[in-house]
């Protein structure tokens, strides 16, 4: 609540920004994340952080996920959201990926970065053990990251000898326009506005410079693929996306789309659905990895060689990943 706002200010400004349905106040994504409300005035009445697309800003799309309270709500931009919103956001410093997951994939990820950028500063956005950095500065660049665990960024600084800020993108306090380059993967779905991340993002790279992620296409998907999807574990998940959304998404964020390459998942999201049925049953709120001791690894391996050996000749259609590419809308083609 601003400084000086009075309770009755508060009510009227709630009225200007939501609406009032059937004794239900909706609030939209934005004004839910600022806005704190007096139990006192809001006796009687059912407060209900609702859900909007992150790029349309709108709340009224049709239910096209369901796990326990939330709901995942289509736009018609192509944009999957959560609603209600998440009473507590994910924890940042939690990842719930085996580091296979980001040392098998590294050297192709960094190739897509170089594909673009050959050389110069990479803001690499969630270091987390240093996977994707170790390749980075084994391919020339010299690497900055931030990273939200004081664990991890203070044991990738001892290893490789980088500076790591501790903190959320959104946060950060490195120099803007310092970058050549930034990578992250798998972020999008889980920061609490994408946009306003991505423009954050957007905001340390020079003019002329790229900005480079991984995401998971997940929206929009037949029926058969959703059952075969299994959960969508929200709320860890807030936004799902295709292809059309992540370029929108981009343009909202001030950034243009220059290169997009897809890759069909449906064979890993198979094995862990079929692998995991049995444990999700028995715990449905687990989040431990489906192979642990001895297995993690191998198993891991064979999701990345399903991913990225045979997926890149696999037919679209599916769930996906994809690696994005993408600059200021200021700068020439």
Same mark, same amino acid.
């Given at each position: ?13 709630? #009225? ?13 994504? !934005?004004?839910? =994340? *600022?806005?704190?409300y ?17 790029? *349309? ?18 736009c &018609? ?16 410093? +939690? ?14 990820r960094?190739?897509?970065? !170089?594909?673009? $950028? ?24 010299t ?12 044991? +990738?600084?001892?290893?490789?000898? @980088? $500076?790591?800020? %501790?903190?959320?993108?959104?946060? =950060?306090?490195?120099?803007?326009? %310092? ?18 991340a991505?423009? &954050?993002?957007?905001? !340390?790279?020079a ?9 998971? #296409? ?10 075969? +999807?299994? /959960? ?23 950034? !243009?789309?220059?290169?997009? /390459? ?14 995991? =049925?049995?444990?999700?049953?028995? &715990? ?11 297995? &993690?690894?191998?198993?891991?391996? #064979?999701?990345?060689?399903?991913r990225?050996? @045979?997926?890149?000749?696999?037919p679209?259609?599916?769930p ?14």
């Amino acid at each position: 609540m601003p400084v000086g706002m009075r309770p009755d200010d508060r009510t009227n400004d709630v #009225l200007e920004n939501g609406f009032i349905d059937d004794g239900i106040i909706q609030i939209d994504v !934005k004004e839910a =994340s *600022c806005c704190m409300y007096d139990d006192a005035i809001w006796r009687d009445i059912e407060l209900q952080r609702s859900g909007a697309c992150p790029v *349309c800003r709108t709340n009224a799309g049709p239910v096209a996920l369901r796990e326990g309270e939330y709901s995942g709500r289509q736009c &018609a931009c192509g944009v999957i959201y959560i609603d209600p919103l998440p009473d507590h956001l994910a924890d940042a410093t +939690v990842d719930h990926h085996h580091r296979v997951y980001y040392s098998a994939p590294a050297r192709a990820r960094v190739g897509w970065v !170089k594909a673009f $950028t050959r050389r110069g500063r990479l803001l690499e956005i969630g270091c987390g053990d240093g996977e994707f950095t170790a390749a980075a500065i084994r391919a020339g660049f010299t690497v900055e990251a931030v990273e939200p665990s004081d664990e991890r960024a203070t044991r +990738v600084e001892r290893t490789l000898g @980088i $500076t790591v800020e %501790r903190a959320l993108i959104e946060d =950060s306090r490195l120099p803007e326009g %310092r970058y050549d380059t930034t990578f992250h993967v798998d972020l999008l779905s889980h920061f609490p506005d994408p946009v306003a991340a991505l423009g &954050a993002i957007a905001a !340390k790279v020079a003019p002329g410079g790229t900005v480079c992620f991984e995401v998971g #296409l997940f929206s929009n998907l037949s029926p058969f693929w959703q059952r075969l +999807v299994g /959960r969508p574990n929200m709320p860890t998940h807030m936004w799902f996306f295709d292809a059309p959304a992540i370029e929108r998404l981009l343009d909202a964020a001030g950034l !243009k789309l220059i290169a997009m /390459r897809r890759y069909p998942v449906g064979l890993s999201t198979a094995l862990s659905t079929v692998l995991g =049925s049995r444990r999700v049953a028995a &715990a449905p709120d687990s989040h431990a990895p489906l192979a642990q001791g001895w297995a &993690a690894a191998p198993y891991y391996r #064979l999701h990345m060689f399903l991913r990225y050996g @045979i997926g890149r000749w696999l037919p679209m259609g599916g769930p996906q990943t994809a690696f994005v590419a993408a600059r200021h809308k200021t700068d020439s083609a």
